[in-house]
């Protein structure tokens, strides 16, 4: 095959946030937005992007265009943390996080020591994410090694990137998901030989969180990330009051609860911590420190009832931040309805949250938060082509106003209010179209 055969060519609207930014207000400036534009890519990357009138030379006379002249082209989302084994358990009623966990999450988890059974949910989730624009995910399986081949291997049906990784978990939960220190270390380590950086596959150590596993297996969790550097470090920090004040209790020794983490070596520039709800001012200091990351989870934060996030204190402490749905105590798998509750959790309070800044964290700022703005987050040329078509009207009231939208970021905010998964047309993997909706 020649590469020209392998290049595709996507004219249409497009935005994007150019560069990194250290500040909110920056934003606007970094925006993007190409009303008539022509994106390039070949062997699933960007070579080319930039506005259609000085592109369509660059074409050869065999490539085909695909023209979207009504919606609106953004980079892949990315979700910084869901869980792919709560699929099934959305909207579960009732419970704060502990209650929470033992009524319906450990028995569902439960299910995923049957490789078939978690090839069947690996399918559907990977297909949820197409449907709903989102490109790359850091993924909790579940203590079973069997959750995090399933998954692996659906992603890799779409070349789609992702992070995932076996849960560690030795104590406080049924026995049917418990492992052990030793256990643990030697399954993380299989699966990271078998998976870390097979095509785009990465892998991450995943202790649940501090209260179910024990000071060994943090021991063991550690040592690992000291040997395999260049692996992600995923865990849940600070959600919720009554897990803070456990914590506080099981590890007296520790100065709170990311010092416990931080103590076994597991703060990093790959480390990601699902939630911060309440940080306290030393802890905030330590994730800037150690330059680790936070993955912001509005629809669940609400759903638990586990408090509001308080994003400006990101930007205050300078610390990377990206949007998660935290599926399945998240309710939605949809990136545009997670913006839509993260702005309600800067509204409650008293903070605006713009929609390029809501883009930003979706998008480069999740590829920041993920060790991975080199390859994601924008139409930068020699990006990888992960991307979304947009579709602005896709219902009625939709429709209605847009027509009122004053300007491209009154356009964007409205999609994120209104929108869901009826407003993904098509989400594009690698330079791929890997999902298209059917009207
Ligand atoms: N903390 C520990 N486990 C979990 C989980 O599965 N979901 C959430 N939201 N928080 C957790
Ligand atoms: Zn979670």
Redesign the pocket.
């Known amino acids: 095959m020649s590469p020209t055969q392998t290049q595709r060519a996507i004219r249409g609207r497009f935005l994007d946030i150019q560069s990194i930014v250290v500040q909110a207000s920056d934003i606007a400036e970094q925006v993007r937005y190409l009303e008539d534009g022509l994106l390039i890519t070949q062997h699933g990357k960007i070579i080319w992007f930039g506005p259609w009138a000085e592109g369509q030379q660059q074409l050869n006379n065999n490539v085909q265009i695909e023209h979207y002249p009504e919606q609106l082209i953004v980079p892949g989302l990315i979700d910084t943390h869901i ?1 792919f084994p ?1 699929t099934e358990m959305v909207g579960a009623y009732g419970e704060q ?1 502990l209650e929470w ?1 033992n009524t319906y ?1 450990f028995p569902t988890e439960m299910q995923f020591k049957d490789k078939h059974y978690a090839d069947k949910i690996a399918q559907f989730f990977v297909n949820e994410l197409l449907k709903n624009g989102t490109t790359t995910a850091l993924v ?1 399986c579940t203590v079973h090694s069997e959750s995090v081949d399933a998954l692996f291997e659906a992603a890799e049906q779409h070349q789609m990137r992702l992070i995932a990784g076996k849960v560690m978990m030795d104590r406080h939960a049924p026995e049917e998901l418990t492992d052990t220190p030793e256990s643990a270390y030697h399954d993380s380590k299989a699966l990271i030989e078998k998976w870390h950086g097979k095509g785009r596959n990465l892998y991450a150590i995943t202790p ?2 501090a209260p ?1 596993s024990t000071p060994e297996q943090l021991e063991r969790a550690g040592q690992l990330k000291a040997e395999y550097p260049d692996v992600y470090l995923h865990t ?1 920090l600070s ?1 919720n009051k009554n ?1 803070i004040a456990w914590v506080k209790d099981l590890f007296p020794e520790q100065k709170g609860y990311l010092d416990v983490y931080h103590h076994y070596g597991l703060t990093g520039e790959r480390s990601v911590f ?2 911060c709800v309440h940080l306290e001012d030393a802890e905030w200091d330590c994730m800037h420190d150690t330059d680790s990351a936070i993955a912001f ?1 509005p629809t ?1 934060n609400l759903f ?1 009832g586990s408090g509001l996030f308080p994003l400006n204190k990101t930007w205050e402490k300078q610390v990377k931040v990206g949007l998660g749905t ?1 599926i399945g ?1 998240g309710t939605s798998f949809c990136q545009l309805q997670t913006i839509n509750e993260a702005y309600k959790v800067q509204q409650l309070q008293g903070n605006k949250l713009s929609a390029f800044e809501s883009l930003y964290h979706a998008t480069l700022g999740a590829a920041k938060a993920l060790h991975l703005d080199d390859k994601l987050g924008n139409f930068n040329i020699g990006k990888e082509a992960d991307f979304v078509v947009l579709n602005l009207k896709a219902t009625a009231l939709q429709q209605l106003r847009q027509q009122r939208a004053k300007n491209i970021e009154d356009a964007l905010f409205a999609l994120f209010t209104m929108g869901d998964d009826r407003s993904i047309q098509a989400t594009y993997i690698f330079g791929e179209k890997a999902y298209e909706q059917k009207n």
């Open positions: 869980h709560q996080l966990l999450t909790f649940r969180f179910t849940h959600e897990e699902a939630h989870c669940s638990l935290d105590a």
